[in-house]
């Protein structure tokens, strides 16, 4: 027999059950298919940020997770192979918790009533069906929703109904665990954080007894298959840092084996969320379904979070409109006029979406890809202090942009051309001698070329914004 319901989320992940909740609270039943037989807490721990939290109050669940998570109070930035400290910044007037996934999906999944998750449940075909979709189990179970939400993570069958590509594997791995520190760990409220030689770590208390870490590197073919693997995964881990900090190793040393995981990391091409289709008809993707990122601005699971809460709202505004004082329809009509209602919802939710993704991803990738990497290793204070801006700046509150950009862009271009090309032909005093011998030497036009390779790196992506920002405005 077909099961009939009004809203099926696939997922029960933090975008899902986010979405879940933020629909209850406005009265509104959904229900969660989850694939696995229980709660997944792969990952452990995440970063949460400012906008994290205010998504979580806005649910209703903000304040019981706080009482259970320590309050960060800033950043520890070493190079891996130096001993003391390089860079701190301060999270003064800002709120940032090392959230545990389990005490969040838990709590999420507690507030909403008990027959709102199906486990064991693993979607694995979409059917168009009239003003409905049909939804395939992998048990043989077919359930009809007038609205299906995909909040089913990276490899998300959602997405791929909507026509979004696979998400791209970066070529970097990421392994991640958590620590149990009987009797209290001692670090005190620091997320500490090493660079150098292609391996960024780190580590955040979540409370007085639990500590999250986490390696990203490069792997080889060989080191692939490590993710199968926790006693190798743990080995490969301490090997890896063992030049790091003694705090970090200790870390590491008190993981237990079902404490440690490994993923590859993948990312969703920005421009498909120009171009792609968030929402088609009565369906739509959120979380990692809609803008898998690559960790290194800690804002995947914060933006799914909020994703949760504005579909929420857009559906809710959808679905309860009332009818009354409207003549009484056919129900064909009735039918109709819903799913069209339905369908501007799901349209509203994906253009609040679609720049903000789009900030995200790329923000994220700029942050793990550009020259930033380059300078990492020098000064790391320069990339904490960027992602630091980047999140108290227009990544959490995406203007609207009234851009008139084009002039200004020009002469912020022009400035910076010149202060690189000068950089490049007037070095400073202490080093004229040795760089007339090296112009001797060499030839100025190496100089000159590796000026204007400063200058293409520095600008590259203000104008891939700016000029994808001016496509957007167009388009919408
Ligand atoms: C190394 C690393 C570090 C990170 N650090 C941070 C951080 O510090 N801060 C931060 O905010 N984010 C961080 N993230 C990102 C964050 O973990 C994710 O963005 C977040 O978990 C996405 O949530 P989601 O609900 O969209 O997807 P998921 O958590 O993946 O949930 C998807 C759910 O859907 C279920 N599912 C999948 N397919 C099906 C199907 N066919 N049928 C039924 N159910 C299905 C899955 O079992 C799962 O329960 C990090 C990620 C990585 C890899």
């Given at each position: 027999m077909e099961i009939v319901e009004d809203v099926v989320i696939v997922g029960a992940g933090i975008a899902g059950l986010t979405t879940s909740l933020g629909l209850h609270r406005l009265g509104i039943r959904s229900l969660v298919l989850e694939s696995s037989d229980r709660l997944r807490t792969t990952g452990f721990a995440f970063t949460t940020w400012n906008n994290a939290w205010k998504a979580l109050d806005a649910i209703g669940v903000g304040e019981s997770l706080r009482q259970q998570h320590q309050l960060a109070q800033g950043i520890l930035v070493t190079s891996t192979f130096l001993e003391k400290p390089t860079a701190e910044v301060s999270f003064k007037g800002h709120e940032i918790r090392c959230l545990q996934r389990k005490l969040l999906l838990e709590t999420l999944a507690n507030e909403?009533?008990?027959?709102?998750i199906r486990f064991s449940s693993k979607v694995v075909s979409i059917e168009e069906s009239g003003f409905f979709k049909r939804i395939h189990l992998a048990d043989g179970a077919i359930i009809k929703t007038k609205v299906l939400i995909g909040g089913d993570g990276v490899n998300s069958v959602v997405a791929k109904w909507l026509g979004f590509e696979k998400p791209v594997f970066t070529g970097r791995s990421a392994i991640r665990g958590t620590a149990k520190f009987?009797?209290?760990?001692?670090?005190?409220?620091k997320f500490r954080q090493f660079v150098g030689k292609g391996v960024r770590s780190g580590f955040l208390p979540c409370d007085d007894d639990t500590v999250y870490w986490f390696m990203t590197w490069t792997p080889d073919i060989k080191e692939e298959e490590l993710e199968e693997d926790p006693i190798k995964l743990k080995q490969f881990a301490m090997n890896k840092l063992k030049d790091t900090s003694d705090e970090m190793k200790s870390v590491m040393e008190k993981?237990?084996?079902?404490?440690i995981i490994s993923s590859p990391l993948r990312y969703r091409r920005p421009w498909e969320l120009l171009?792609?289709?968030?929402?088609?008809g009565n369906v739509c993707v959120a979380g990692d379904a809609l803008h898998p990122m690559t960790?290194?601005?800690?804002q995947g699971g914060c933006s799914a979070l909020e994703d949760g809460v504005i579909l929420a709202r857009c559906l809710a505004q959808a679905l309860l409109k009332?009818?009354?004082?409207?003549e009484i329809k056919e129900k064909f009509d009735e039918e109709e006029d819903k799913y069209k209602r339905i369908e501007m919802g799901l349209k509203n939710f994906a253009q609040e979406r679609r720049w903000r993704s789009f900030d995200l991803v790329s923000t994220a990738y700029m942050v793990w890809n550009s020259k930033f990497e380059e300078e990492l290793e020098e000064d790391p204070l320069k990339l904490k202090q960027f992602v630091i801006s980047k999140l108290k700046g227009d990544a959490l509150h995406p203007m609207t942009p009234d851009l008139g950009q084009g002039g200004c862009s020009a002469m912020e271009d022009a400035l910076v051309l010149a202060r690189c090309l000068a950089q490049a032909l007037l070095k400073p005093a202490g080093e004229e001698i040795r760089q007339k011998k090296l112009m001797q030497k060499r030839n100025l036009r190496g100089l000159k070329l590796m000026g204007l390779k400063n200058f293409s790196r520095e600008r590259r992506w203000t104008s891939f914004d700016l000029i994808t920002t001016s496509i957007w405005f167009d388009l919408t």
């Open positions: 909403l009533p008990s027959d709102t009987e009797g209290g760990h001692g670090f005190g409220p993981t237990s084996l079902d404490g171009w792609g289709n968030i929402s088609k960790p290194d601005l800690g009332s009818s009354a004082g409207e």
